[in-house]
């Protein structure tokens, strides 16, 4: 196996064993994401906007537990300066990216298969319709998100930041993923429009330049 | 003319303008700073 | 403690004619010239410690060294490779250690070793931990998680650690830093067989008479420039901390108590 | 030698002055009312000509954060970081008269139309970017951490248009402009635009002289030539007592 396919797969074990071994991370975020969903699946009502609702709900949701995702898993990386060991390694920054994206999105995914039945389930979705779409629809979301997160989270990371600061820094540049999914699955379930068109244009767009631009520039963030 | 038009274009002018005299104000402030300093210092010409 | 036969275990390190050499080197902070005009050359294998007050430069030089911080002017060459063009040859062959012990607190001190060894790409890398470990005297603790070491502890697997790859330059960043006395006398021996055993040591320190017990050669940093670089000699101490007074101007050296 | 750059500054903000005014009696009196909105339609002239220019002031940070991220001239980030300011400004020029329009053609202030959606996300962006800059230490860290959000920023931009086209858009498409329409919405371009740059290189200067440091030797040393014809700009600005 290539050297850097191996020190990939290394820093990914490394990120999930210390993962399962503290837990803290995935309770806290997973609480955190179901308390959201409770809380506006309540204050919304049942079926809001035709159970749509559960889609910019479900993002709400994805989008607080993913700013406290990336930042717990910088952290690891920061409490130790562990960061400034890895960089002494002869691993290429875009590897490390790669491997702080990768341990990021299986947060992320875990966190998700928790809250989404239970969105779907408060808002009375039916995703019989189509169930693979907006799973694709969704994922495709969140890529693009963990995207954007780990380069965020290396940034605020490097300084005596404050955490509200990444979710700031987050959201807005989140917001075209958040419009064009929940507009994609409407003309998907409600009008039965195939899927694609100008929504599944904006979700791969996303997804391709922010993995680009973020793997570019990780290294310039990347402060010992 | 219609009041909606008034209202928007003297609220657009005047905060393009109030920006511009703002930041005219700041000129002053730090012209003063400077003033101080080339007194203090006798620094730049 | 420490396993008697450590210092024949270090390979020899094949001296290179220069291990580092720094010409004019000088970073500025915001604004700020934190280093200037620094020239230093260390021959391979010579101990070379660095002293002065706290903001004199001395964490900056060393992260400069480590190639973990691009200089603002002036050039670096380790073992001859010029840094930053060729920083991944030439940090394949140093080792850092710094105030923090840059381990993975989660993990046990094993397992941070094992991972460093593999992404460094050491041949077995299982026993080189095992090797390691029993060295720093750490092996009965070796699966136990490094967030619940002593001070001492974390630094000698930070050590371990820094010498997984066997490198031949090692920097280290006040490691005495927070040790007790049975834990700074652990940290000495392992320094002195390193150096016994031909590896450059790039050492910065606030005890005077430690590094002078310690380094071969001695250099104080004054306010971001080499204000002394002479041989390491006990008997010099006085004349060292009169020149560390002279860079502070708070400090009165009639204050100082000589241990 | 400043006393010939304060003239030059102050007729620059006097011509200003007057070609506004011209601009403003060309808009009452020669453009003609739209058929279907009537004479709601001329706030256009000022909306359309500050959107233009809020994206150029995007655009500027983008570039100016590239560039510094390559060079690593302090006076980058300043282009960039008063580009961006000013863009928050026009950007809040434009969301005022997009809404009061709004509310004059649908008899509601705010709508999830495209336009006011891009135009309220573009605001959100730089104004994070300002908050950024602003909460960082150290000068060369917040301008490597803001170079990069402003790259990221500005990348998202199309995605926000294009995202935000997916609204319900009740918005009447693009009106046609009759050839005088067209000639005053020319007309008013200028001086908007040449208020734009005037902002964002007075900006420019006052970061220019603030980033210099006061009482260290630096700010009595000869400085590097290329930004001296810029902080002679700002003396004289400074001492022009009359207009800016």
Partial sequence: MPLVAQQFLLLV??????????????????????????????????????GFGATVVLWVAYLFSGVLCFEKTMAVERSESALAALMLT???????????????????????????????????????????????????????????????????????????????????????????????????????????GMGLGVLVAFDAIFLTASWLMFELVLEP | MNDYVLAAYTIGLLLLWGYAASMWLECRAAARRHVEVRQTKGGLP | MIAARSSSFFTETNPAPL???????????????????????????????ILGINGAGKTTLLKILATLM??????????????????????????????????????????????????????????????????????????????????????????????VHQPDLVL????????????????????????????????VNHDVLQSLRLAERVI?????????????????APGILAELAGTDPQFQPGEMVIR | MSGIQSKFVRSFWIVLALLFAADLVLIIRYAP???????????????????????????????????????????????????????????????????????????????????????????????????????????????VIGSVYAIIAFLDVPLVWLSARLLPDIHPGSVQLEPAMKLTLAASFVPVTLLAVGLIFTRFVLNRTDSVPRNSAQANAPRDVRTMPLIAGVKAIRYTDGAL
Wanted: proline fraction near 3%.
């Fill in chain 1, 13 to 50: 074990g490394k990120d999930l064993k210390i993962e399962a071994r503290s837990r803290q991370t995935i309770g806290l975020v997973t609480v955190l994401g179901l308390l959201i969903v409770v809380v506006l699946g309540l204050g919304l009502g049942g079926g809001a906007a035709g």
């Fill in chain 1, 90 to 196: 002869p691993i290429s920054h875009g590897t490390l990216f790669l491997a702080k994206l990768t341990s990021n999105l299986a947060l992320m995914a875990a966190v998700a298969l928790v809250i989404t039945p239970a969105g779907v389930l408060f808002f009375s979705f039916d995703l019989s319709a189509a169930p693979f779409t907006f799973a694709a629809v969704m994922s495709l979301g969140i890529i693009g998100f963990a995207a954007i997160g780990t380069l965020f989270a290396a940034v605020v990371s490097s300084t005596r930041l404050q955490g509200g600061l990444l979710a700031m820094m987050i959201f807005p540049v989140a917001l075209p993923l958040v419009i064009a999914s929940t507009q994609l699955l409407i003309h998907q379930f409600r009008d039965q429009l195939p899927v694609g």
């Fill in chain 3, 19 to 49: 291990a580092l050499r720094a010409a004019d080197l000088g970073k500025t902070i915001d604004e700020r010239s934190v280093l200037q005009s620094i020239d230093l050359s260390i021959a391979a294998g010579q101990f070379v410690a």
């Fill in chain 3, 70 to 163: 691009p200089p603002s002017s002036g050039q670096l060459q380790l073992f001859g490779l010029d840094v930053p063009r060729h920083a991944a040859q030439a940090r394949a062959r140093l080792g850092l250690i710094g105030h923090q012990s840059m381990l993975y607190r989660d993990l046990t001190a094993r397992e941070n070793l094992e991972l460093f060894a593999r992404l460094y790409g050491v041949q077995a890398p299982r026993r080189r931990a095992e090797e390691l470990l029993s060295i720093v005297g750490m092996i009965d603790r070796a699966d136990d998680a490094v967030k619940t070491f002593s001070r001492g502890m974390c630094q000698r697997v930070s050590i371990a650690r820094a010498l």
């Fill in chain 3, 172 to 203: 280290a960043d006040e490691p005495f830093a927070g040790l007790d006395v049975p834990g700074a006398a652990a940290v000495e021996r392992l320094l002195s067989d390193l150096h016994a055993a031909g590896k450059t040591i790039v050492m």
């Fill in chain 3, 220 to 236: 104080v940093l004054g306010a971001g420039t080499i204000a002394i670089d002479r041989p390491a000699r006990v008997s010099d």
């Fill in chain 4, 33 to 143: 009312d739209e058929r279907s909105m009537g004479v709601i339609q001329k706030i256009f002239y000022l909306h359309l000509p500050v959107a233009i220019n809020t994206f150029l002031a995007c655009l500027t940070t983008f570039v100016a954060s590239i560039a510094y991220l390559w060079q690593r001239k302090g006076w980058w980030d300043d282009l960039a970081a008063a580009a961006a300011r000013v863009a928050v400004q026009l950007c809040a020029v434009v969301l005022a008269t997009g809404m009061i329009w709004g509310r004059a053609a649908w008899g509601v202030w705010w709508t999830w139309s495209p336009r006011l959606t891009f135009s309220l996300i573009l605001f959100l962006l730089y104004v994070v970017y300002l908050v950024i800059r602003s909460s960082v230490e150290g000068r060369e860290r917040r301008a």
